[in-house]
């Protein structure tokens, strides 16, 4: 079991969960320090993402009554907020999805964003939202916008699950905001530190001694 922890990976969580004797204090810390080995610390747990997600399902539903808006993912650290979020909406829905790279494997927006992967369908004249993990200095969005506007689509809102307005260098505000953070590096639920730790159940802050800050 300790294996897997020593190797660095998160085979420890499963082995923790599925191990109903071990869920005891012993087992609990051994947890905390695990996360404190791998410079980690909760900032919001699954339970607190789960029920702010329903809350901006249930608002986007009720704002959307009647309509049947395309909800565009930027990949790839929003996937599983996109997954979370269409399914807390009660709206008939449809999905696309978008590739877009704006840092390599910095934690600094470099200011030039690439589509990778263009949407499969065409946005005429449909109500788009657009599903952001983490609107930051606010380049990827505010060159995205540009882009699909000129595609006439009937309305764009954009939905992101967190935002770090202090470090904006663009005028580009969300329509749906999870969380307003303060300026930190964060990991988990999608998003990635040179692609590691998007597969966390909830949101940590990375130590800046982790990525050499
Ligand atoms: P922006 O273009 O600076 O607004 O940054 C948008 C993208 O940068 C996000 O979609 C993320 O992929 C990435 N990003 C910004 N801040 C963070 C962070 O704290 N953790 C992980 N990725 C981040
Ligand atoms: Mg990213």
Redesign the pocket.
């Known amino acids: 079991m300790m294996k897997d922890a020593e190797k660095g990976g998160f085979g420890y969580v499963v082995a923790w969960k599925s191990n109903r004797m071990g869920r005891n204090m012993l087992q609990a810390m051994l947890n905390e320090e695990r996360l404190n080995e791998m410079g980690i610390r909760v900032l919001y747990t699954e339970e607190e993402l789960r029920s702010r997600i329903v809350q901006l399902g249930g608002r986007i539903t009720a704002d959307y009554a009647g309509r049947r808006p395309m909800l565009v993912s ?1 990949l ?3 996937y599983i907020f996109m997954a979370d979020l269409t399914r807390a909406i009660s709206l008939d829905v449809t999905v696309d999805f978008m590739v ?1 790279s ?2 390599g494997a910095g ?1 600094v ?1 470099s200011g030039q ?1 690439e589509i990778k992967k263009d949407l499969s369908d065409s946005i005429e004249g449909r109500d788009l939202i657009i599903v ?11 060159y995205l916008m540009d882009v699909l506007r000129a595609r006439k689509p009937a309305s764009i809102r954009i939905c992101t699950l ?1 935002d ?1 307005p202090e ?2 260098t ?1 005028p ?1 505000t969300a329509d749906y905001v999870g969380f307003v953070i303060p300026d ?4 988990g639920y999608g ?3 040179d692609e590691r730790y998007r597969n966390l159940p909830y949101v940590g802050i ?1 130590k800046p001694s982790v990525y050499g800050k």
């Open positions: 930027v790839r650290g929003s877009v704006s840092y934690t927006s964003v952001e993990d983490i609107l930051d200095s606010g380049n990827t969005l505010y967190m770090k470090r904006r663009k580009i930190a590096f964060i990991v998003l990635d530190y990375l």
